[in-house]
């Protein structure tokens, strides 16, 4: 089974500023996918951005930007020039290939933009 | 494009009482997600379908939750009868399977408290 694990519970930036996230996951699997969700004060799960972990290059959109690291099974988040609409719980998420596409969650990182 | 619809959005109920939840996914999607999402236990995947048939509904609580899917348009989950630790956020999410890691998309969430 897969699992991924957000050692970060809390974290603050101050805006304008640079945040890096934390995830990692420990698979068996060679061919998988991974994400990054937002989940703002209305509920609603954003899709952030999507890496294959058979690509090398580091997948972006915007001011996000991840930090695959394949080998140690890492896969950062950085969210650069935080604005106060960043301000959000954060999730992982792993999904094995081959497979009718589920997701596996980390259990989040709440991130406060302030003044 | 409407994205993925839910209602009601929120819901308070007695516990005895049935409790169903709606999904309308978007359209032309052939994979639906059923997740639950609590303080105490994350996001978890209750049950999927793809093309309208239930693939893995492993993480279905009890015989007290049920969900169906009678066409690519709606899907239901059903609890009868609610208890309180029932209380949670679901989600609907869908995506397309064409492929292998499509991204999932989420709907907005019900609320419901069981009283």
């Known amino acids: 089974a897969q699992t991924v694990t957000q050692s970060q519970p809390e974290m603050s930036v101050q805006e304008a500023e640079t945040v890096t996230l934390s995830c990692t996951y420990d698979t068996s699997e060679s061919n998988y996918y991974l994400f990054w969700y937002k989940q703002p004060p209305s509920r609603q799960m954003i899709l952030v951005i999507r890496q294959e972990a058979y690509k090398q290059q580091n997948a972006t959109e915007n001011r996000f930007s991840v930090n695959f690291q394949k080998a140690a099974k890492s896969f950062s988040l950085k969210i650069s020039d935080s604005q106060l609409g960043d301000t959000a719980m954060y999730f992982c998420?792993?999904?094995?290939?081959?497979?009718?596409?589920?997701?596996?969650f980390g259990t989040g990182t709440r991130l406060q933009v302030t003044l | 494009d409407a994205g993925v619809i839910q209602s009601p959005r929120h819901e308070v109920t007695e516990m005895g009482q049935e409790v169903t939840l709606r999904c309308k996914p978007i359209s032309g999607h052939n994979s639906l997600f059923w997740y639950r999402q609590t303080m105490m236990r994350g996001l978890e995947l209750l049950i999927y379908?793809?093309?309208?048939?239930?693939?893995?509904d492993s993480g279905m609580p009890e015989d007290r939750f049920s969900a169906k899917m009678p066409n690519a348009s709606f899907s239901t989950l059903k609890i009868q009868p609610s208890e309180p630790r029932d209380s949670a956020v679901y989600f609907c999410a869908s995506s397309l399977r064409q492929g292998e890691g499509n991204t999932i998309y989420f709907g907005e969430g019900s609320w419901l408290t069981v009283v």
């Open positions: 379908f793809n093309n309208n048939v239930p693939i893995d």
């Open positions: 998420a792993f999904m094995k290939a081959g497979t009718a596409s589920k997701l596996t």
